[in-house]
């Protein structure tokens, strides 16, 4: 097996709602991101996948912390670490890239300053001539045109696509352990969703770096990751390699997102999706929070949570219809 | 560059035609200046003599083409009160002003500025409830107060300067710096303490923008998040503001010259209107204009400098 770059032990997320509140948003959840895979983490809006990666940069909103657990990776806990070394870890070992490439690049800063800053800072010993070059270098890698050109350019002069490369080549430039990618592709229009899918899975190759790949979409997961997590309502419902999980998925919630994606046969037919939605956190919650919308239902789904259940190799559930 | 010249067109434009609004309007209100400065004792005659050295009884068309023909040669007529070149008054009073204006701002920008980014810096502790109660203060206090206590205090009791007595710049250079940075501070006080909370609001609307997050991703510190990232975004929500401080500081301000006893722009302005001495009234009033058509047309060029999104959307 190979080596555990980050391990996620029991982590558990509150919300505080507007009228003071708590709630559980992320509930007892543990996995490992192991060296130079691509693994993602699909589920529906609001089932605390986007928490999850905020809180392993170090950049959840004011109203979401930490109840409980760690996350390790190397020699750092990174619910417990200073604010210096996150500094130290983030952009460096650690980074990210957004969903909204549009807002996420700064407005008044050019392109070829705002990808050389992780350099700048983490690497105070190269000289600005050195930065700029490796800038240069690493946006013609991530298949921009006219580097030169581009790194006097504000973002508002580059398209949607473009921006995204940027991001990717700013999150990579100091060659992080793990990058981690929210929901990239989501703002993107098809064709260049393609091609940000395949920049990232250049990177992950030809980099050695890690990723951590957030999605709601399983066909682009399908394209990309190595391993997959299904997240439901803040639990991980299932997890395994991607082809296990998607030739023979096996919790409920799992089956239901793959059959809602469209395809072909269904031409003229009424799109299939899974009945109900996913309860905010200010919902009361079953023991197994899926058991509400989930067809198959049993009695005891409504008084524990399921145990871990080893199906095959590296292919877990959490399903009572497996005890 | 088109957009420039442009611009600086309509800046003539509006000049020309508040030359002509204030003309017409200092010309259409009752009353005889001749009538006012001979008293209504004097003769027939004698007042049209009058009219007739001051050009008050010719069409009001020629008045006008006279008054600005002489103004584009710098001869801005003379003044009927201290029979005088209007010129060579505001000659004396620019300086003046100017000096104290330029005083003004400096204490505005240098405090007011960092004051603001460090009051976002501040949310959500208690040094925000400390930093708005003092804004407050200073927005509330009105700058003659703050000049009638000032004088009390630093004047009349510490005798750090003498009130009412100014001293000119080319004396006693020291002296004068002295004497007006007290008015210049009462000036600044309540401007700044406008300035530090716009300084904040848009710091704090720039802090929730995605672009933030992305800074904190990459390791940036909360201090080179702030004037690295979020200053530079932040200020041009200010630029305006600031534009309308210079304009205010510039033109004098009437209530702390006469405070202090500053022989400036302000008490100039005063003395020519309770005179009626039109010659000068306009030309100070269209003086005040340039200073505000001219502040606000850079605020445009600065603010295109600093934002380039807003070039582009000038073009399409």
């Not at chain 1, 299939?272 to 905010?280: E, M």
């Not at chain 2, 009626?276 to 850079?298: E, G, K, M």
Request: aromatic letters at 8%; hydrophobic letters at 45%.
């Amino acid at each position: 097996m190979k080596e555990t770059l980050l391990n996620v032990k029991h982590l558990t997320l509150g919300v505080t709602e507007r009228d003071g509140s708590v709630n559980k948003a992320v509930d007892d959840i543990s996995f490992e991101v192991r060296k130079g895979e691509i693994l993602g983490i699909v589920g529906e809006s609001g089932c605390g996948k986007s928490l999850t990666v905020m809180t392993l940069m170090g950049l959840m909103k004011d109203d979401v912390f930490v109840m409980d657990g760690q996350i390790l990776f190397g020699q750092d806990d990174l619910v417990r670490v200073t604010p210096e070394r996150r500094r130290q870890i983030n952009g460096n070992e650690l980074s990210i890239i957004y969903q909204e490439p549009m807002t996420s690049l700064n407005p008044l800063i050019k392109i070829g300053r705002q990808v050389g800053e992780p350099l700048r800072l983490h690497r105070k010993d190269l000289s600005d001539a050195e930065i700029d070059r490796m800038v240069l270098e690493l946006l013609t890698e991530v298949g921009i045109q006219n580097p030169g050109q581009i790194m006097k350019s504000y973002p508002h002069q580059l398209s949607g696509g473009m921006r995204q490369r940027v991001m990717i080549a700013m999150a990579s430039i100091c060659r992080p352990r793990i990058l981690v990618a929210d929901e990239p592709t989501t703002a993107l229009d098809v064709t260049t969703q393609a091609h940000v899918l395949s920049l990232l899975k250049r990177v992950n190759e030809e980099f050695g770096t890690t990723i951590l790949f957030i999605s709601h979409d399983l066909g682009v997961i399908n394209r990309i990751c190595d391993r997959v997590l299904i997240m439901y309502a803040g639990k991980i419902v299932e997890r395994g390699r991607t082809r296990d999980i998607l030739n023979h998925p096996a919790h409920q919630y799992t089956k239901g997102l793959i059959r809602s994606i469209p395809t072909r046969d269904q031409k003229g037919k009424d799109l299939i999706c899974i009945p109900g939605r996913v309860p905010s956190t200010m919902d009361p919650r079953e023991p197994c929070p899926f058991a509400p919308r989930c067809g198959h239902t049993m009695e005891v789904c409504r008084q524990t949570f399921p145990e871990c259940r080893e199906l095959a190799k590296d292919h877990i559930v959490y399903c009572h219809m497996f005890d | 560059m088109k957009y420039f010249i442009r611009k600086f067109l309509i800046l003539i434009l509006t000049v020309f035609l508040i030359s002509l609004m204030t003309f017409v309007a200092f010309h259409v209100i009752p009353g005889d200046p001749a009538r006012l400065i001979l008293g209504t004792s004097a003769s027939e005659e004698a007042v049209e003599a009058l009219r007739e050295k001051l050009g008050t009884n010719m069409p009001l068309t020629v008045q006008y083409r006279n008054w600005i023909s002489g103004f584009l040669r710098g001869d801005f007529g003379t003044s009927i009160k201290y029979r005088m070149p209007v010129a060579s008054l505001m000659h004396d009073r620019i300086p003046v002003t100017t000096l104290l204006g330029v005083m003004s701002l400096v204490l505005i920008l240098l405090i007011g500025i960092p004051l603001g980014i460090f009051s976002a810096r501040v949310r959500n502790t208690p040094g925000e409830h400390v930093l708005n109660f003092i804004n407050i203060l200073g927005i509330s206090f009105p700058n003659f107060f703050l000049s009638i206590i000032f004088i009390w205090i630093f004047g009349l009791t510490l005798h750090w300067f003498t009130p009412g007595r100014y001293i000119s710049f080319d004396r006693d250079w020291a002296g004068c710096l002295r004497f007006m940075f007290w008015p210049a501070l009462s000036v600044a006080i309540p401007q700044t303490a406008v300035l530090v909370k716009y300084v904040r609001t848009a710091m704090l609307e720039q802090l929730r923008e995605d672009y933030v997050r992305t800074a904190r991703g990459k390791g940036v510190g909360e201090t080179a998040i702030l004037y690295v990232h979020v200053f530079k975004n932040a200020i041009v929500a200010v630029v305006p503001l600031i534009g309308m401080i210079i304009a205010s500081v510039l033109s004098g301000s009437i209530i702390i010259e006469q405070v202090y006893g500053i022989p400036g722009i302000g008490k100039l302005l005063i003395s020519s209107v309770t005179s009626r001495d039109f010659p000068l009234t306009q030309t100070l009033v269209v003086y005040i204009a340039v200073i505000i058509v001219v502040i606000n047309f850079l605020v445009d060029i600065v603010i295109q400098i600093i934002d380039p999104r807003i070039r582009l959307s000038d073009r399409s």
